[in-house]
């Protein structure tokens, strides 16, 4: 079973920035693809960004410009890097992996991001 461990997230000032890591327990070249998501409370769980094992992103519409994915492959890890932090940013951060195709074959265990002043 892959474990993929999330770490990072805090409390932090609107306009300050956090970088959220996700460590794999094995290769990531093993996943097609990786994505960072978040959620709150009542709503669905909503792609933020991700990155194919060729290594093309994408982004929300609502974090393009702000946010950055990217991934070490030496040390198995991908990060989401997020600047210019809003209050609506706050949510609970997900790592997904998927080895084939769309479909999320594992997911951590989240990491709570609050944007407060």
């Known amino acids: 079973q892959v474990q993929n461990v999330e770490s990072g997230g805090g409390l932090v000032q609107p306009g300050g920035s956090l970088r959220l890591s996700c460590a794999a327990s094995?290769?990531?070249?093993?996943?097609?693809?990786m994505g960072w998501y978040r959620q709150t409370p009542g709503k669905q769980r909503e792609l933020v960004a991700g990155?194919?094992?060729?290594?093309?992103?994408n982004y929300a519409d609502s974090v393009k410009g702000r946010f950055t994915i990217s991934r070490d492959n030496a040390k198995n890890t991908v990060h989401l890097q997020m600047n210019s932090l809003k209050p609506e940013d706050t949510a609970v951060y997900y790592c997904?992996?998927?080895?084939?195709?769309?479909?999320?074959?594992?997911w951590g265990q989240g990491t709570q991001v609050t944007v407060s002043s």
């Open positions: 990155i194919t094992r060729g290594g093309s992103t």
């Open positions: 094995e290769s990531i070249f093993s996943f097609i693809r």
């Open positions: 997904g992996l998927s080895r084939f195709g769309a479909t999320i074959d594992y």
